[in-house]
């Protein structure tokens, strides 16, 4: 009887483990891995500004001065295996793009770090707004134990790690998916301008270490008292967003019309090529009436002061016809 316990009590051990380890998607190159790699073509655009704030090299030696790696430039445009920003211990990134970022099927945007293998992982967390000013937090959890102290150069285990950039080596992006965030209150998920990255210190002392959305310290390479610690940042990919064209077909496919530009800041430029009179219309997404003027040129200026952000609906009506558009009203970051 008591033999048949342990075998038990054996076997359930190594169910548990088996749950545990490796429940999360493998490096970039397995079967199951959810890495993007950077040519990939469902790219749609990259960010298009980075302010940065550097953490120090070393979190328990703030003297030592903060990582000094790259430039923000070097994480604006698509991912490369050579230019990075390196953040420091804790340190932060904010950028920003053209097309606001929106919640579709599958993952939204990837995060590239510069990993020269698929173990030497630096995390980040990865937070989204939609203003600037509130940001909300992707459930990051890291399985990593945290019993010991990985070293400088240490190894981790990518199954162990979900919803932290730096997941996977150069040149792979991280995916996140937006609809993760669909509870939350303080963002909109399908009007997404700002992404941060905060570099994960990775120290597993009290009064140093990063916490995942569990409570569990995270654990990665540490110290990494280099110019180039902490995250380093390549770039942040876009996979769905908010797509500005410019040209829109009207709903009985009778005639175009252009917007620029598009996104716009406070007011855009309307081209129809209608030679009479005819209503300039904008709506909200909800149906709500926010403008209406008649106008006669075939180009024309439309003030949008005092109307809120996001996607405003166009619509050019005349006798004969109605033409529809979008344009997206941004407020750039100060």
Not at 36 to 65: K, L
Not at 107 to 135: C, H, I, R
Not at 244 to 263: A, E, S, V
Request: include cysteine; charge should be negative.
């Amino acid at each position: 009887m008591n033999c048949l316990k342990y075998i038990l009590i054996f076997s359930y051990t190594l169910f548990l483990a088996e749950f545990v380890l490796g429940q999360y998607a493998p490096p970039a190159g397995e079967e199951g891995s959810t890495a993007i790699y950077m040519d990939s073509s469902v790219f749609t655009g990259w960010a298009t500004d980075c302010y940065v704030i550097r953490g120090p090299m070393n979190a328990s030696d703030p003297g030592a001065g903060p990582a000094t790696y790259g430039a923000p430039s070097d994480a604006i445009g698509n991912a490369s295996d050579n230019r990075v920003v390196s953040l420091g211990d804790g340190g932060i990134a904010v950028l920003s793009f053209n097309d606001p970022v929106v919640n579709r099927n599958g993952p939204d945007f990837a995060v590239f770090e510069n990993s020269f293998n698929a173990s030497f992982l630096e995390l980040g967390f990865v937070e989204v707004s939609t203003d600037s000013v509130s940001f909300v937090r992707f459930p990051a959890v890291s399985l990593t134990q945290t019993d010991s102290q990985v070293n400088s150069f240490g190894n981790l285990d990518a199954t162990l790690i979900h919803n932290l950039a730096g997941k996977y080596r150069a040149g792979y992006g991280t995916p996140f998916d937006l609809e993760d965030l669909i509870d939350s209150v303080n963002v909109d998920i399908s009007e997404i301008n700002f992404i941060r990255i905060i570099d994960v210190t990775g120290s597993i002392i009290d009064s140093l270490a990063s916490y995942d959305s569990e409570g569990n310290k995270i654990n990665d390479p540490w110290p990494t008292p280099f110019e180039t610690g902490g995250f380093d940042l390549d770039a942040v990919g876009v996979i769905n967003s908010i797509q500005t064209t410019g040209f829109r077909q009207d709903l009985t496919g009778n005639g175009m019309i252009t917007i620029y530009p598009n996104p716009c800041n406070g007011y855009f430029m309307l081209s129809t090529g209608i030679k009479e009179k005819y209503w300039v219309e904008l709506f909200d997404l909800s149906g709500k009436s926010l403008y209406r003027v008649m106008a006669c040129e075939e180009k024309i200026k439309v003030d949008l002061e005092g109307l809120p952000k996001g996607v405003i609906l166009v619509r050019v009506v005349t006798k004969k016809r109605v033409i529809t558009g979008k344009v997206f009203n941004i407020r750039t970051l100060k």
